[in-house]
Each structure stands twice: as C-alpha cells, then as structure tokens.
C-alpha cells in the first residue's frame, strides 16, 4: 500500500503519463489535421483515414490529465485554470472545429468539402498553438511581461513543429504511393524545425528560470540533464539518415520515424519535467502543497487503479484491430 507521504508523487506520475500519452497520440492526429493538403482531395481523404479510427479515443488523455490536476491538485488546478483561462478556451474552440468538420465533410456535397478540409485544418492549428501557447507560459511561471509573451509564442510555434513532425512520420508509417513520398518530405522539414527548437529552448529555459538553471547545473542532476539534448539531437540525426532512405523495399523501416519520434517526445517531455520537480505550478505550489488530503487520494486511488488500465487495454486494443496500411475512407 502507498504511504501517505507518498501519494502525491504517485499521481503526479499518473498525470505525467496522462500528459505524454496524450501528446504523442493526439500530437500525431493534430500533425495529420495541420498537414491536411488543400489542393488534393483525394490525400486528404486517405490522411483522414489515418487517424479516422483514433483520433477521438486520442483526447480521452487529455480529459484524464486535466482531471487528474483537478481532483489531485485542486488548488494547482485553480491557478493553472486561471492563468490559462483564454488559451484553454481557444484550444477547445479548436477541438471542436476539428470534430465537427470530421463528421461534416464526409455528409456534405463533394464541392463543399474543400470548405470543411480547411476547418479541419485550422482546427488543428489553433488546438496545436494553444497547446504550445499554455506550454510556454507554464515554463514562465504564468508570468506576466514581454519576455513571457514572448516565449509562449515562441513555444506555440514549436509545439506546432513537433505535432507537425510526428503526424508526418505517422503517415509515412500508415501510408504508400505518393502521400507517402510527400510525408518524408514533410518529416526531414519538420525535424530540421525541430531541432532548431529543441536548441532554442535548452538555451532560454535556464537563463529565464533561475530554479531550472540550477537544476541542469547542479549536480548529479546535471549529469542526467545533458543527456536529454544529446539523445534528442542524436535521433533526430539518425531520423533524417533513416529519411533519406525512405522507402525501402517492401516498406520496411517505414515504423522507424515514427518509433524516433515517439522517443524524441518522451525524452523531452522527462527533461522537461524533472526540470520543475517537484513544482506544479514553477516557483509556488509543490505536489505535497497542491495535494488533495491523504484520505482523498486514497479514495480517488482505488478508481484510478480501475479506469487508467481499462483505458490502456482499450487503447492497445484498438490500435492492434485498426493496425496496418491505410484504406480508403469510408463511413458506415
């Protein structure tokens, strides 16, 4: 049985897998969504496809994070939800864009689904922005000034990149022919971006953030802190080699951008955790001083216990049945 003192560093870890999970299967269908091409109906049809059986059970994560914040750590969620009010409320009006126009364009007239392809798409950009908006302000401490702005912005682009960069090695794993020639090229694009940003934030994180600069200075986290930019560096240099072979004969390796990725997100998203641990919200509310009581977390810990691994199943689940190259799209 978990202690009491240890409580809040269980859910705390439950909500960090809720978050990169969530980033790594909703990332690669917004990729999908924010590269839709305008100009050619029929790739868009096959890369709706792609992620036509995911897509919606993908942001079943992000509703479990944010509740996990809210029953865990309510007093985080209170000032997280605060600061964040504006950008989260954006990102939704972009999630909604984005299912609507997914349901529309399959029922409306042939000549009006131009119309809901380009809903999707800006859907997925406004959700993908706001995304890296909220990311970018949270590393800021929620601060109020230029500088903060400045790299919320900064980090929205950058977001948009990286969901850019997993959604176009996800088709280059799902699909052949022609879309698949234009994903690798989306992919080098997109990775070159990318790291570009990784660069760019393992420099400005610790020069705007005193308690990070000590963090990766300090060791023995130090030691663990230089790995991170190196693994990320080194695959995305093995990705783009791995790219430039692309397609192999009988598509074999088209999984290994994808897997690259995967492991580019999870090493980032680490990096960027153990930067703030413990802290919640950066510089005011640790996980012991955001925690719920001892005797609500146990409580809440026998339903977590029952729902997160029935949300697993089903998502391994359904990835195993739905496994494979692409087909043509079709509505039953």
Not at 193 to 210: E, H, K, M, T
Request: glycine share 6%.
């Amino acid at each position: 049985m978990i202690a009491d003192a240890n409580l809040p560093i269980f859910f705390a870890g439950l909500m960090a897998l809720s978050i990169i999970v969530y980033a790594i299967l909703d990332g690669y269908d917004l990729g999908v969504g924010i590269l839709l091409p305008l100009n050619n109906d029929q790739q868009a049809d096959q890369m709706i496809a792609s992620i036509g059986p995911f897509w919606d059970a993908n942001e079943t994560w992000l509703v479990l994070a944010v509740g996990l914040l809210l029953i865990a750590f309510p007093s985080a969620h209170n000032v997280i939800l605060k600061a964040l009010y504006i950008p989260s409320a954006i990102m939704l009006v972009g999630l909604i864009l984005r299912g609507v126009a997914f349901d529309f364009r399959a029922k409306v007239a042939q000549v009006n689904k131009h119309r809901w392809n380009q809903i999707f798409k800006l859907g997925s950009w406004i959700a993908s922005a706001s995304q890296g908006y909220m990311l970018g302000s949270f590393v800021m401490g929620f601060e109020d000034s230029f500088m903060a702005y400045s790299f919320a912005a900064l980090s929205a682009v950058g977001v948009t990149c990286a969901y850019a960069l997993i959604g176009s090695t996800w088709l280059i794993l799902k699909t052949t022919d022609d879309l698949q020639l234009r994903a690798i090229k989306w992919a080098k694009r997109m990775g070159k971006i990318s790291f570009i940003g990784i660069i760019a934030v393992c420099i400005a994180n610790p020069l705007i953030n005193q308690f990070v600069f000590e963090r990766w200075t300090t060791p023995p986290f130090a030691y663990f802190m230089a790995i991170v930019p190196f693994v990320c560096f080194t695959l995305l240099f093995i990705g783009n080699l791995v790219l430039k072979q692309l397609p192999l004969k009988d598509d074999s390796g088209c999984w290994l951008p994808f897997l690259i990725t995967v492991v580019v997100f999870v090493f980032c998203f680490c990096g960027l955790a153990f930067s703030f641990y413990p802290y919640v919200v950066p510089g005011e509310l640790t996980i012991w001083d955001a925690a719920s009581a001892p005797e609500s977390l146990r409580f809440i810990l026998y339903g977590a216990l029952i729902v997160i691994p029935c949300i697993l199943a089903y998502t391994v689940f359904s990835y195993r049945v739905f496994w494979g190259k692409v087909e043509d799209l079709r509505y039953y």
